[in-house]
């Protein structure tokens, strides 16, 4: 069966922190990591990942994907109170299009 | 920019009715989905459809749940026959692609289902 693990669950930091989530997966003919943000109802899309070791980077967020550790890890820079949201990790197969998510980690920035 | 969209954003019903919910997918998406999340659960993938047939479902889509593209706009659910335990928010997506796993997903706002 596919699983994806997030940890931690849950993060309090404040502003201006920098902040590392993580997420494993064990997915049969894996073929991409996905990372959302999910605030009050949609996950909104934040990166797609297929290859190991290339970052990918949109303004203070980034993230990797280790397909040999079966490994990703979203960073946030500089965290602001906007960014506290819980963010999904979700792993793709060559299934078609199904994706198999994590329990998420709920990050809370405080000022 | 363009985005999924569903209909109702809350919808009550008696249990052992049926329900619809809509979605309009992006336009220029050919593969669709159907996902569901229980209050304080995982989000769960439902259905995948592609080429006006379903391409995969899971153990959570049985007898009672059906998908359809009525017209070249909108992507349905129906629930024939509600349970309580079908109490969730049910989102739609859309992507470019589907097979081969290379699918950015594209997620709507989603329907707070109630089943009383």
């Known amino acids: 069966e596919d699983k994806v693990v997030q940890s931690p669950l849950s993060l309090v930091v404040h502003e201006g922190d920098t902040v590392t989530l993580n997420c494993s997966y064990e997915v049969t003919n894996f073929r991409s990591l996905l990372w959302y943000k999910q605030e009050k109802k949609a996950p909104t899309f934040l990166f797609m990942l297929t290859s190991s070791g290339i970052e990918k980077k949109s303004g203070r967020l980034s993230s990797i994907l280790d397909k040999k550790e079966l490994f990703s890890i979203l960073n946030i820079t500089a965290t602001q109170t906007g960014d506290s949201a819980v963010y999904l990790c979700?792993?793709?197969?060559?299934?078609?299009?199904?994706?198999?998510f994590g329990q998420g980690t709920i990050l809370t920035v405080h000022p | 920019e363009p985005e999924v969209t569903q209909t109702p954003s809350h919808q009550v019903t008696q249990m052992g009715q049926e329900v619809i919910l809509r979605c309009v997918p992006i336009s220029n998406h050919l593969y669709f989905y159907w996902y569901r999340q229980i209050l304080g659960q995982k989000v769960e993938f439902l259905v995948s459809f592609y080429n006006n047939e379903i391409s995969e479902k899971s153990e959570i889509f049985d007898d009672q749940f059906s998908v359809e593209r009525p017209d070249g706009s909108n992507f349905t659910l129906k629930i024939r026959s509600t349970k309580l335990e079908d109490s969730a928010m049910y989102f739609c997506a859309s992507s470019v692609r589907g097979n081969q796993g290379y699918n950015e997903q594209f997620f709507g706002p989603g329907t707070r289902l109630t089943v009383l």
């Open positions: 979700a792993a793709g197969g060559t299934s078609y299009g199904k994706l198999t």
